[in-house]
């Protein structure tokens, strides 16, 4: 299966093809002669020790942990070979030499001049092996990696010359788990996170229509604010159904003439405005029918993907990744400017809800991240984890919905907020790429 | 189209030469033709097909614009692009607040964006790799087809920098004492001034500054975050020998007695720091200072004519001074007219501000015309003037500013509302090297 993908890839750039071809065959190739590594430079054994150029510790660990869990079948001993990997913006991405014994390897990296790579991998199967983030030109890097024998690439995203084939000879490793089964498991695993949450969001949506229907504002207001949650964290799925997401999402700004306006926004209205509860009969039931209706059509789409139906209506795994950076979107769009509860004003809630929906999201991909790019992986969930801590310092429980109201957040809340989200933003945006050439 | 047209050629200064254009990259095959000069057509090839060839007049402004839109300015040098370089007509200017407290973060961000604005001031995108099916591009794109011209990117560093969080507190000049206290800085407001880092970004086109900002904004995030930022459109001010002097939005020539590019005993004197620095990193790097500056337009609209010149020392039409002559007569600030007074006002702008009245000091002038659309509750343009000036040390500046700031007749008629002084550190000599790496290795 692997061969397909790798063809797939091959679009850009026919060596690239050549190397993908070589890769989907995969076998040792510990010819003779080849070159023999350099172990000039002894004491460089560990990975912890290898990354000195920088200092920094995080990535020595994620190297170390990287290398650790690939090396089952190795039987290197003696001295670390040393590579050289410098990338130019003329030449690309160039290691030297590209053949060395199985065993521990230390990459030194050089990015003389690449304005646009951030990273360099060493890659096998789709599974990067070795890696280094965040390079940057004029500066050195390194990390250590214990390699089995077989064919790998460098890989530098962004590089005029993105791949070269590198050589390991001697014993092949044993690969562990398989991607395709991971990301294949990640969409099970969304399935019935969405299952959850519209069974809840039904659940939720219940006792507001009967507040409503029983005339009781206060209890109508906060059960509407607790339905939000639900829907709001699944949105992209909602949005996947046309016609769904306007019935039940839609601001009186993106009515058409000519067209109801319903779902929640016209009950919030006059829930939070009209401070009424009348007149909202027809709304709520149109509201819950409209979210039973989601509820099925969800409910279909886990099952196909559960028996992982071909051909079917189903999650796939870009998918899950865009609709957790879409939810971000959304934040970005109309929670940080207070657009989208006009009238409520619990518009953090919403933030919160999309926040958490792109978190699990991100969550059902990360076991098939880890082994895609465990570095990625680790940074993007740093990056959840700062933005997180900083929506709970505006928690509020006086509040409906929890938190601070919208107009009561300073510029510099807002500011701080925008910045946090676009920090998560930016990797979490490199996952959909990273799978589909998995 | 030939090699003889003027793109090819080194316009007003040594540093400025023709491009390949972006379209021949983008294209494709001819990577690696970076410095080669190819003819300069292939960049507007489209509008060249379907010109009509009788067309007399056309090839002439085209060939014009082409040379504007191919024209390079060197971006690796022992000083910074961007302070002697001629004037561009646009500009981005941004500041930001490092959020990292990772001294190497800082540097490795530098290094990034010293790749960056080497590739983007050569008209290039961030690089020629292409887009991996299902990854967002590397490059934002709205520069892609269009020219260089003559994007220049300067950097600063702001006192901030040189508190607690880096350790680098050692190595903060003296010079760099935060700008504070001046006659003129009440209605300064924070969310205008300051910051960690700042970017320069200034070029003959509004979309090739935005585009160095964003993309160098983008490779920040994690690491830094804007803090606020401004767009100029048009210069106030003339930097190179012979560029023609342009005008601010009270109508005046603004540029005729600035320190000019040809000028370098006054450049090394006034603008450049030299062996004096307690700092060896800041040697041939230049203190750069931004303000904010408000024009109450509408007032200044009904003054009339007379007293506009008295304020500023000259005349509107044809920015000769009071005193006589043409625009670049010498000022005579002994003259008196026939009721003894000064013919130049004691509160003129000009006189406050001229090296006669402070010991000589100069200062060079960068500053561009801004507006924000309009103020949205008085309904006022929100329109000024975004001062930039060059100095060997911010003495320069703070000694003009508080005579202007106390004396200027013209105060009725501004407000400084933003503010910001940055370290400039010396150029980014080549490959490999970055903006400050002697501040930071
Ligand atoms: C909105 C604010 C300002 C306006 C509209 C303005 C306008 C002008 C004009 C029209 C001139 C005469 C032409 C020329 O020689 O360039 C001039 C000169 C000058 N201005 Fe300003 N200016 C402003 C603010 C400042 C500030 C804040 C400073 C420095 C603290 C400054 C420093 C100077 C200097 C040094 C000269 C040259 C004086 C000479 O040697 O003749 N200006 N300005």
């Known amino acids: 299966m692997f061969s397909s993908r790798a063809l797939g890839r091959a679009k850009v750039a026919a060596a690239v093809a050549a190397t993908a071809l070589v890769l989907s065959a995969c076998g040792s190739s510990d010819e003779a002669g080849s070159t023999p590594a350099a172990t000039t430079t002894a004491g460089a054994t560990t990975a912890s020790d290898a990354v000195t150029v920088d200092g920094s510790p995080e990535s020595s660990e994620t190297a170390g942990a990287t290398g650790g869990e690939t090396t089952g079948g190795s039987q290197a001993a003696g001295e670390p070979g040393i590579v050289t990997i410098t990338v130019t913006e003329a030449d690309g991405c160039v290691a030297s030499p590209d053949t060395v014994p199985a065993g521990p390897i230390t990459f030194n990296v050089t990015n003389v001049d690449a304005a646009g790579v951030t990273e360099v991998e060493v890659v096998s199967e789709q599974r990067i092996r070795g890696e280094r983030e965040n390079l940057a030109p004029g500066f050195d890097a390194s990390f250590s990696v214990k390699l089995d024998g077989g064919s790998y690439e460098v890989y530098c995203p962004g590089a005029t010359t993105e791949r070269q084939p590198f050589t390991v000879t001697g014993e092949a490793a044993v690969t562990t788990g398989n991607i395709a089964d991971l990301l294949q498991q990640a969409t099970v695993d969304y399935a019935a996170y969405i299952d959850d949450q519209t069974g809840f969001l039904v659940d939720a949506t219940k006792p507001l229509v009967a507040a409503i229907k029983a005339g009781n504002l206060e209890e109508a207001q906060k059960a509407y604010a607790t339905a939000r949650v639900f829907y709001e964290r699944i949105e992209p799925v909602a949005e996947s159904f046309g016609d769904l997401d306007p019935a039940i999402d839609l601001r009186i700004g993106d009515v058409e003439a000519g067209v109801e306006w319903t779902g929640f926004h016209p009950i919030e209205k006059a829930l939070f405005e009209g401070k009424t509860t009348k007149g909202l009969d027809k709304l709520a039931d149109k ?10 059509r969800a409910k279909e789409l886990g099952a196909n993907t559960s028996a992982d139906t071909k051909g079917a209506d189903r999650y796939k795994p870009d998918e899950v990744a865009n609709g957790a950076v879409g939810l971000l979107a959304e934040v970005q769009q109309s929670k940080i400017s207070g657009e989208e509860e006009a009238y409520s004003r619990i518009d953090l809630l919403d ?3 999309n926040v958490e929906g792109s978190t699990q999201a991100f969550a059902v991909l990360r076991p098939a991240l880890d082994e895609i790019d465990p570095e990625l992986a680790k940074n993007i969930s740093t990056k959840f984890d700062t933005l997180q801590a900083l929506l709970a310092t505006h928690k509020d429980p ?3 919905g929890g938190y601070t109201l919208f107009p009561d957040l300073s510029d510099k809340d807002l500011k701080a907020l925008a910045d946090a989200l676009a920090a998560v933003a930016e990797p979490l945006a490199k996952i959909s790429g990273k799978i589909a050439t998995a | ?13 040594g540093a400025v030469t023709a491009a390949t254009s972006r379209r021949r990259f983008l294209r494709g095959s001819a990577i690696g033709a970076a410095g080669v000069a190819v003819g300069a057509a292939a960049g507007f090839g489209i509008t060249e097909a379907v010109r009509p060839a009788e067309t007399k007049v056309a090839p002439t402004a085209f060939e014009i614009e082409s040379a504007r839109a191919n024209r390079v300015v060197d971006f690796y040098g022992p000083r910074q692009a961007g302070v002697v370089t001629p004037q561009q007509d646009r500009l981005m200017f941004a500041t930001f607040d490092l959020t990292t407290t990772d001294v190497d973060e800082v540097a490795r961000l530098l290094g990034r964006w010293s790749a ?6 050569e008209g290039k995108l961030l690089t020629d790799a ?8 590397y490059d934002t794109g709205e520069a892609m087809d269009l020219g260089p011209y003559s994007l220049t990117i300067t950097v600063g560093f702001g006192p901030s920098l040189f508190d607690d969080r880096f350790g680098l507190k050692d190595k903060m000049p003296a010079a760099l004492k935060p700008l504070t206290g001046l006659a003129g800085d009440s209605a300064l407001r924070p969310e205008l001034s300051d910051g960690d880092l700042c970017i320069q970004a200034c070029a003959d086109d509004p979309q090739v500054v935005f585009h160095a900002i964003r993309n160098m904004s983008r490779a920040a995030r994690g690491t830094a975050v804007l803090r606020w930022s401004q767009l100029g459109f048009g210069r106030a001010s003339a930097t190179g020998a012979g560029q023609s002097t342009p005008r601010n939005l009270f109508g005046f020539k603004d540029g005729t007695n600035n320190i000019h590019a040809d000028d370098t005993p006054a450049l090394a004197d006034h603008v450049w720091v030299g062996e004096e620095s307690d700092q060896d990193w800041m040697v041939d790097g230049s203190y750069l200072v931004a303000r904010k500056i408000r024009m109450e337009i509408e007032q200044w609209d009904t003054d009339n004519i007379s007293d506009q010149e008295r304020i500023f020392g000259r005349i509107k039409t044809t920015g000769a001074p009071l005193t006589g002559g043409d625009e670049f007569t010498p000022i005579d600030f002994q003259a008196k007219d026939d009721t003894d007074a000064p013919v130049i006002d004691i509160a003129s702008h000009v006189r406050l501000s001229s090296p006669e009245e402070n010991n000589g000091i100069r200062i060079l002038r960068r500053g561009y015309n801004y507006t924000d659309g309009q103020d949205s509750r008085t309904g006022k343009l929100a329109a000024g003037l975004f001062f930039i000036s060059f100095q060997q040390h911010p003495d320069q500046f703070r000694v003009l500013q508080n005579r202007l700031g106390s004396n200027d007749s013209l105060n009725e008629y501004i407000a400084h509302i933003g503010s910001g002084l940055f370290a400039c550190p010396p150029g980014v000599s080549a490959s490999g090297d970055w903006f400050g790496k002697a501040l930071f290795t």
């Open chain 1, 287 to 296: 509201l819950m029918a409209d979210i039973l209706d989601l509820q099925a």
């Open chain 1, 351 to 353: 933030f919160e809800a």
């Open chain 1, 398 to 400: 006086k509040q409906i």
């Open chain 2, 1 to 13: 189209m030939t090699d003889a047209e003027p793109g090819t050629e080194a316009q007003n200064d």
């Open chain 2, 116 to 121: 960056m604005a080497a590739r983007f001031t």
């Open chain 2, 130 to 137: 292409e887009v991996r099916p299902g990854a967002a591009p």
